[in-house]
Antibody
Framework: EVQLVESGGDLVQPGGSLRLSCAASGFIFDNYAMSWVRQAPGKGLEWVSGISGGGITTNYADSVKGRFTISRDNSRNILSLQMSSLGVEDTALYYC???????????????WGKGTTVTVSS | VMTQTPLSLSVTPGQPASISCTSSQSLLHSNGKTYLNWYVQKPGQSPQVLIYEVSNRFSGVPDRFSGSGSGTYFTLKISRVEAGDAGIYYCMQTMHLPRDSFGPGTRVDIK
């Protein structure tokens, strides 16, 4: 069974940093792109970042570019999101999501984790 | 920009429902595929994929759900709504990431 388990969400002050992790199991991790999608309280979905299966290609939403870094450890089946310069607008439930193919573009998101909550507040 | 209409919908069980999604740019790739997908987020749950590449039902999705469209205009139809179909339906494009990924969502309530 494919499973994605996020961790690392926390309450952090504005300007702070946080690292999210996602442990993947049940599939050949490095064959598939991975993405982070977030959902602010009471709001819709926003694709935040994606990384190709091999980890070479990455991309970011304009709202997080330059502040967030996505990475993956294919030897340990771990996806990460390093977040810095956090603002209140980054408060959201962050989902780890498996792509249907090796690239996050030209694909769809076929398995979603349950999410981890990031709250940015003083 | 991805837009959806309507933003909310109340449907009687057994009746059909339809949601439209419009993209400001064509989602047709030179390979002939169109990268428009549909997701539903049921109350208290993570989103799940329903339809990929306009009209392909994901594994396990009932054939009551169908997708159609081309280029910039797409439609999700539920032929006979059931109580368990309540949720928020999102269209999403992966042709032009990271720009304008998801539509704003359409809330479907069951009367």
């Amino acid at each position: 069974e494919v499973q994605l388990v996020e961790s690392g969400g926390d309450l952090v002050q504005p300007g702070g940093s946080l690292r999210l992790s996602c442990a993947a199991s049940g599939f050949i991790f490095d064959n598939y792109a991975m993405s982070w999608v977030r959902q602010a309280p009471g709001k819709g979905l926003e694709w935040v970042s994606g990384i190709s299966g091999g980890g070479i290609t990455t991309n970011y939403a304009d709202s997080v570019k330059g502040r967030f870094t996505i990475s993956r450890d294919n030897s340990r089946n771990i996806l990460s999101l390093q977040m810095s310069s956090l603002g209140v607008e980054d408060t959201a439930l962050y989902y780890c999501v498996k792509g249907s193919g090796a690239f996050y573009f030209y694909s769809y998101l076929d398995v979603w984790g349950k999410g981890t909550t990031v709250t940015v507040s003083s | 920009v991805m837009t959806q209409t309507p933003l909310s919908l109340s449907v009687t069980p057994g009746q059909p429902a339809s949601i439209s999604c419009t993209s400001s740019q064509s989602l047709l790739h030179s390979n002939g595929k169109t990268y428009l997908n549909w997701y539903v987020q049921k109350p208290g749950q993570s989103p799940q994929v329903l339809i990929y590449e306009v009209s392909n039902r994901f594994s396990g999705v009932p054939d009551r759900f169908s997708g159609s469209g081309s280029g910039t205009y797409f439609t999700l139809k539920i032929s006979r709504v059931e109580a368990g179909d309540a949720g928020i339906y999102y269209c999403m494009q992966t042709m032009h990431l990271p720009r304008d990924s998801f539509g704003p969502g359409t809330r479907v309530d069951i009367k």
